[in-house]
């Protein structure tokens, strides 16, 4: 049974930090293409950033040189490194995995995720 399990959501001040993680059971992470999405209240879950297992890392327009993504296949885990955060990166933050594709950037390129850390950034 997979399982994605985030930690490391909360609330921050605008200009500031959080670090997400992520850790995967279950799957061989090592072949799966990690990624972070979010989703804003009443609007559809997009992609933040995603990194395979040969540390190629893709990120969506909106976070370029703000987050960085990394993982640690020693341990299963993927992070999400957020810098000078905006209030409009406020979101539920969901890590996903799969193991097909080169550069998945949509949702349903993705077999399993996990339950979402709430980031919230006041202005």
């Known amino acids: 049974q997979v399982q994605l399990v985030e930690s490391g959501g909360g609330l921050v001040q605008a200009g500031g930090s959080l670090r997400l993680s992520c850790t995967a059971s279950?799957?061989?992470?090592?072949?799966?293409?990690m990624s972070w999405f979010r989703q804003a209240p009443g609007k559809e879950r997009v992609f933040v950033a995603l990194?395979?297992?040969?540390?190629?890392?893709h990120y969506s327009d909106s976070v370029k040189g703000r987050f960085t993504i990394s993982r640690d296949n020693a341990k299963n885990t993927v992070y999400l490194q957020m810098n000078s955060l905006k209030p409009e990166d406020t979101a539920v933050y969901y890590c996903?995995?799969?193991?097909?594709?080169?550069?998945?950037?949509?949702?349903?390129?993705?077999?399993?995720w996990g339950q979402g850390t709430q980031v919230t950034v006041s202005s």
């Open positions: 996903a995995a799969t193991s097909w594709g080169t550069t998945p950037i949509t949702a349903n390129e993705y077999h399993y």
């Open positions: 279950g799957l061989t992470f090592i072949k799966n293409i």
């Open positions: 990194i395979g297992g040969n540390e190629h890392t």
